[in-house]
């Protein structure tokens, strides 16, 4: 039998050990609900799961659009609103701002399933690579709320981050979407340079928020599985 203070000497030691090991494990709980139009903490966790780049670190950005909008957008004129139909470019007090987002996926969602937008039957995503520069001055929103006051004052800024979500025109794209304002024509010129266009049929475009966040991180350029996803969407 072992003695008292042996126990209890086990015991603290046994202890320090989990504490130990705790500090070097994070868990992550998954959920087991099925996704719904009112996600709550479901969606929630999601997008804590979910990594969207800083706007000051070079990635790939992607924009959608219908066939007739795309040889303008390849070097784009934040001047301009190419169609409001599709709000390409988008005018503003302080000027314009070409709208893109990091996922494959979610660009071409905007076009085939936004409410209100044009019916088209594909969509044309353009791929850009995106190399900031070290001055960029980046206004980062994390509620739909703050970044809609940001837009009032976006000439302080070159680049406007943040969420998307309207609950009329957006409920049914998904809930990871994260869109990256350009605001700046000569970080434009300079720094956002077109790479590529995938060509998508809107039948092969998730509708709802419900798409996976697997498929949004699927959707973006620096992840392994990106190439093969394209395929699907694109084959």
């Given at each position: 039998m072992i003695s008292t203070s042996l126990q209890s000497l086990s015991l603290k030691y046994l202890l320090a050990g989990l504490v130990a090991l705790l500090s070097f494990t994070s868990v992550v709980a998954l959920p087991t609900a099925k996704p719904s139009e009112d996600l709550g903490d479901y969606e929630q966790l999601f997008?804590?799961?979910?990594?969207?780049?800083?706007?000051?670190?070079?990635?790939?950005?992607?924009?959608?659009?219908?066939?007739?909008?795309?040889?303008?957008?390849?070097?784009?004129?934040?001047?301009?609103?190419?169609?409001?139909?599709?709000?390409?470019?988008?005018?503003?007090?302080?000027?314009?701002?070409?709208?893109?987002?990091?996922?494959?996926?979610?660009?071409?969602?905007?076009?085939?399933h936004q409410i209100g937008k044009a019916p088209t039957d594909k969509v044309h995503v353009l791929m850009y690579d995106w190399t900031p520069p070290a001055s960029i001055k980046i206004h980062e929103t994390k509620t739909v709320a703050e970044q809609n006051a940001a837009a009032q004052t976006c000439k302080a800024y070159d680049m406007l981050t943040g969420p998307m979500y309207n609950e009329i025109t957006d409920k049914h794209l998904t809930k990871d979407f994260w869109q990256y304002a350009l605001i700046n024509q000569k970080i434009a010129n300079d720094?956002?340079?077109?790479?590529q266009t995938f060509v998508i049929p809107c039948s092969k475009v998730h509708k709802g928020r419900d798409l996976p966040s697997t498929d949004y991180e699927k959707g973006q350029g620096s992840n392994p599985g990106f190439s093969a996803y394209a395929k699907t969407l694109t084959g």
């Amino acid at each position: 039998m072992i003695s008292t203070s042996l126990q209890s000497l086990s015991l603290k030691y046994l202890l320090a050990g989990l504490v130990a090991l705790l500090s070097f494990t994070s868990v992550v709980a998954l959920p087991t609900a099925k996704p719904s139009e009112d996600l709550g903490d479901y969606e929630q966790l999601f997008k804590r799961a979910l990594v969207h780049p800083a706007g000051n670190q070079k990635f790939s950005l992607f924009h959608g659009t219908i066939p007739a909008n795309e040889a303008a957008l390849k070097v784009p004129d934040l001047s301009k609103s190419h169609t409001e139909a599709i709000n390409n470019v988008v005018h503003n007090l302080e000027g314009g701002g070409l709208y893109l987002t990091d996922s494959l996926i979610a660009a071409a969602q905007f076009v085939c399933h936004q409410i209100g937008k044009a019916p088209t039957d594909k969509v044309h995503v353009l791929m850009y690579d995106w190399t900031p520069p070290a001055s960029i001055k980046i206004h980062e929103t994390k509620t739909v709320a703050e970044q809609n006051a940001a837009a009032q004052t976006c000439k302080a800024y070159d680049m406007l981050t943040g969420p998307m979500y309207n609950e009329i025109t957006d409920k049914h794209l998904t809930k990871d979407f994260w869109q990256y304002a350009l605001i700046n024509q000569k970080i434009a010129n300079d720094n956002l340079k077109y790479k590529q266009t995938f060509v998508i049929p809107c039948s092969k475009v998730h509708k709802g928020r419900d798409l996976p966040s697997t498929d949004y991180e699927k959707g973006q350029g620096s992840n392994p599985g990106f190439s093969a996803y394209a395929k699907t969407l694109t084959g």
